[in-house]
């Protein structure tokens, strides 16, 4: 009997995820009737397209014994080496002619019984791994102005730049400074009103530039090792061409009119939304065509990532079809969810195709509770979503200024970061953040005061005192560290203080361990006794427990089982230790 097979997603079709050269954990509860020994194995299959032919080859790229863990529960790792479908297969044996290795010959294959295959999609590192920095091309004069800004933010580490809309802004309804419903002359409106007289999802925006600056920003990004990422937000301002070209792809009231776009609490007076279930047949098709042809529009650029605008407002069986579309000819391309939703939509959103998933660390602050960070981190890392949903930390958006960012001092921008960056492996800010903006446009209203979205604003990145040195610094320790690289290997460690968070990582071969301790508090000093197991936080560790703080140099020698941490955010929110004593190939 083989059950519950792992990685795996709720229905058990769609596939879970990995990336490539990751050492993929298989997990399954085997046992047999009787009490003969058995044995088994996991093997990984590539399900590509075969050249030539019609339909898919299929080719054994990996297999591993399983191990025992007990109470009839195995284990085994994998690894990948190409992007694509895969499939997972466990197959199980009893152990005869007084053997008890897990070989198979001849004479025990009449006795193999094999899983049901579970679907495994395999996406390159980037998928998994990366620091985003958000901008608005139009406050940085255009995409040349981006282009200027790429070497500073490649020395800061970062990986991939963001670009919200950079497509033509409706006039009619045009938004006004901090969302206001009338704008001046001036005024440019928000960037997610797609769509004017002059195009829609596949123009340009004059005021950016053309596409020859485009594919220039994108050559520029690559020569220092970075990505693009542009957005993708289906949705359209009164004057995108497509409500007069075909306006059966839109929500008509009985009067005719077309209803704006709403995801309450916000209405959004510029914007219609599109109806993906028109009444005929032939026009879904063809609304649903267009819509893919616009992620192929922009790939013919070189874009091979997208943040894709509230899908959870979208119906799920368009995502899992347009990603599959996608994904049939580019493999390669990496799908962002920015949904903010709840969490049973967040789960559907990844099980059907995303890569990355946005999620609630914005407003995670605290360390304990149902709430906390703990928990959440327990929920992403060990629990069944863990199979095929991944995080994207990000702890401000242009919607989103929360928690003790809020007015908050340089210290709580330190600590966001810290969380964000070493918590989950993939990462990002948005503009700003730097220089620590930190003005609500109301106690109760989570958006910035004079919020870009908007209009344009003009900022001094080199002025002194920012978050640049912390930036460049953690950036470069993530990439340094492949314990960073990954989230579940993540464990919680108990501290006497509530306000101190500690935790560590390890890398896949266990070679590699980061323990980080984070003040919550971004006001006060705070003390704590941390509660430690050396072999448990890294194999072949044992007290005096060494460890270096690689954000500022300074090594410790911890002699007990309780060593004492104390961090007061005026000097140093967090620390961030190597620890001395991992011993590469033991830990998982």
């Known amino acids: 009997m083989i059950e519950g097979v792992r990685p795996t997603t709720p229905s058990r079709v769609r596939p879970a995820k990995a990336v490539v ?43 591993s014994a399983l191990t025992a863990l007990g109470n009839d529960e195995w284990e085994a790792y994998v690894e990948a080496d190409r992007i694509g479908p895969h499939r997972i297969v466990v197959e199980g044996w009893t152990v005869q002619f007084g053997s008890y290795g897990p070989q198979l010959d001849a004479a025990t294959a009449l006795d193999l019984t094999a899983s049901a295959p579970a679907p495994l999609w395999v996406d390159r590192p980037r998928a998994s791994f990366g620091a985003w920095y958000e901008l608005f091309p139009r406050s940085v004069g255009g995409f040349k102005g981006a282009t200027a800004r790429v070497a500073e933010l490649a020395d800061l580490g970062f990986d991939v730049l963001y670009l919200p809309p950079i497509h033509p802004i409706g006039r009619t309804f045009r938004k006004g400074p901090n969302n206001t419903l009338v704008a001046g002359p001036q005024d440019p409106g928000s960037p997610w009103a797609i769509g004017s007289s002059e195009g829609g999802h596949t123009a340009i925006l004059d005021e950016l530039g053309n596409e020859d600056d485009l594919v220039a920003l994108v050559r520029e990004l690559s020569a220092h090792g970075m990505e693009l990422a542009l957005d993708y937000a289906l949705q359209c301002s009164p004057d995108h061409p497509w409500v007069g070209e075909h306006p059966e792809w839109f929500h008509h009231r009985p009067d005719g009119s077309i209803a704006c776009a709403e995801n309450p609490p916000k209405i959004y007076q510029d914007i219609y939304p599109i109806n993906f279930w028109p009444d005929r047949e032939a026009d879904r098709v063809a609304l649903w065509n267009a819509c893919r042809d616009i992620f192929e529009h922009w790939i013919s650029f070189g ?23 996608v994904r049939s000819k580019h493999p390669d391309v990496v799908f962002l969810a920015e949904a903010f939703t709840r969490p049973h939509v967040m789960a559907r959103l990844a099980e059907v195709g995303f890569s990355q998933s946005y999620t609630y660390f914005t407003w995670r602050t605290a360390q304990h509770g149902e709430d906390g960070l703990w928990a959440y981190m327990e929920e992403l890392a060990h629990g069944p979503k863990a199979d095929y949903m991944r995080p994207n930390f990000w702890p401000n958006t242009p919607d989103i200024l929360s928690g003790p960012l809020r007015n908050g001092p340089p210290s709580a921008f330190a600590l966001r970061l810290v969380l964000a960056a070493t918590l989950s492996p993939s990462y990002g800010i948005y503009s700003g953040y730097e220089l620590y903006e930190n003005e609500p446009v109301s106690e109760t209203n989570e958006e910035y005061l004079d919020s870009e979205k908007y209009q344009l604003r003009t900022r001094d990145f080199s002025r002194p005192g920012s978050l640049y040195p912390l930036i460049s610094r953690i950036n470069s320790i993530r990439k340094e560290h492949p314990a960073l690289h990954g989230l579940r290997s993540i464990r919680m460690w108990a501290t006497t203080n509530d306000s101190i968070l500690a935790y560590s990582k390890a890398s896949d071969d266990g070679s590699d361990v980061i323990l980080c301790v984070v003040n919550l508090d971004p006001y006060s000093p705070e003390e704590a006794v941390l509660r430690l197991d050396p072999p448990v936080l890294a194999a072949g560790a044992a007290w005096p427990l060494h460890v270096v703080d690689l954000l500022d140099g300074r090594d410790y020698t911890w002699y007990g089982p309780e060593p004492f941490v104390r961090l007061d955010p005026a000097l140093a929110s967090a620390h961030v230790f190597a620890v001395s004593g991992a011993r590469a190939g033991t830990q998982r």
Request: hydrophobic residues 45%; proline residues 5%; glycine residues 10%.
């Open 303 to 325: 874009v091979r990532i997208f943040r894709v605008d509230n899908p959870h407002t979208k119906p799920t069986a368009f995502w899992e079809w347009v990603i599959k579309e």
């Open 21 to 63: 050269g990751e050492a993929i954990r298989v997990s399954v509860v085997m046992f047999r009737d009787g009490h003969d020994p058995i044995a088994g194995r996991a093997r990984l299959y590539f399900e590509g397209f075969s050249a030539g032919a019609k339909g898919t080859e299929s080719v054994l790229v990996a297999e």
